[in-house]
């Protein structure tokens, strides 16, 4: 399975770039609308974290969108 993934801080940023692009390659888009990064609870993110499994694939198209630090998100996908 393949899941997209679209987090904004805020409301007022806009999304459409990112959803249409992962539209056209993942199996299920979930976007959480203004959660910062740097909250560790972010339910969205959780929800799908919990569903991977070995296999599935886990796609972002801005890095920064993820985690912030980065670091912390590599460290954390990597487990």
Same mark, same amino acid.
């Given at each position: 399975m393949r899941y997209g993934y679209v987090r904004t801080s805020t409301?007022? +940023?806009? $999304?459409?770039? +990112? /959803?249409?692009?992962?539209e056209?390659?993942?199996?299920?888009?979930y976007i959480e609308d203004g959660v910062s990064a740097r909250k560790k609870n972010r339910p969205v993110f959780q929800e799908i974290y919990a569903k991977l499994k070995a296999g599935d694939e886990f796609v972002v /198209?801005?890095?920064?969108?993820?985690?912030?630090? +980065?670091?912390?998100?590599? $460290?954390l996908l990597m487990t």
């Open positions: 409301n007022k +940023q806009h $999304t459409d770039r +990112q /959803i249409d692009e992962l056209g390659c993942c199996d299920k888009v /198209i801005s890095y920064d969108r993820r985690s912030v630090p +980065q670091w912390r998100g590599l $460290t």
